[in-house]
């Protein structure tokens, strides 16, 4: 019997591309609207994931990681 927990869980790497795009939104977008998206980002990974399988947060990381450093 499998754990529905387990199933839930991001994989490794999908929760590295989701911290380091937080941290790389504070760079990217300084002041308050980056310290918003690394807020909501870091949340999406610790827990909001399990809630549903919105597509936001991860286009949003795919923008963040995809913009050259300021």
Same mark, same amino acid.
């Given at each position: ?7 839930? @869980? =991001?994989?490794?790497?999908?929760? #590295? @591309?989701?911290?380091?795009?937080? =941290?790389? #939104?504070?760079?990217?977008? !300084? /002041? ?6 690394? @807020?909501? =980002? ?9 809630? /549903? @399988?919105? /597509?936001? !947060?991860?286009?949003?990381? #795919?923008?963040? =990681? /995809?913009?050259?450093?300021?």
């Amino acid at each position: 019997m499998t754990s529905t927990r387990s199933a839930d @869980r =991001l994989g490794p790497t999908e929760s #590295a @591309r989701l911290r380091y795009a937080a =941290l790389r #939104a504070l760079s990217t977008h !300084p /002041g308050p609207v980056g310290e918003l998206i690394h @807020r909501e =980002l870091m949340a999406w990974q610790d827990f909001g994931h399990r809630i /549903g @399988r919105d /597509g936001l !947060p991860r286009r949003l990381a #795919a923008e963040i =990681l /995809g913009r050259d450093e300021p």
